[in-house]
């Protein structure tokens, strides 16, 4: 287990690291338009560190709370969606008002869809915290599956 939360932490460096570059690697829509999107090369690079994330941050969040109560487990359900719903909200409001933005700008043609403009909207702390919670809901929703493991260890030996 502890080798598991070393390789966590390591995993989430990198992944909110991605996530931060994205706010950095987004151009001023008041700038003139560039020749498109550099952020394109961190994701080809990144992409592995961020599904390596979401299977650890899953895996982690199964193996800490498998020994709490359902009722518990119940809770810790119901919060990380909260958590994430509110989120989703906060980014939804932030993308809405930077749409606006660019579109009041000489770069309108830029408001819709993903590019050097909006970069942030996709890619941000709120969007890598949704993700996080997100991951940790579909673990905790997993230890009310029983693995294959946990049916052998129940039955007794004969």
Known sequence: MEKLIKAWFIITLITFILFKLGETMTASYTEPAAEGNPYVLVLLIGWPFALLFVWITIRLAR???????????????????????????????????????????????????????????YVNQLTFFILTVSCMVVGIMLTFIASPKQTNEDQPER
């Open 63 to 121: 193996r800490t709370v498998q020994t709490v109560h359902p009722f518990g487990r119940v809770g810790l359900i119901i919060g990380g969606i909260g958590m994430a719903a509110f989120a989703l909200t906060v980014n939804a409001d932030q993308a809405s008002a930077l749409r606006d933005g660019i579109q009041e700008s000489t770069n309108a043609a830029y408001a819709t869809g993903w590019n050097q403009f909006t970069n942030i909207i």
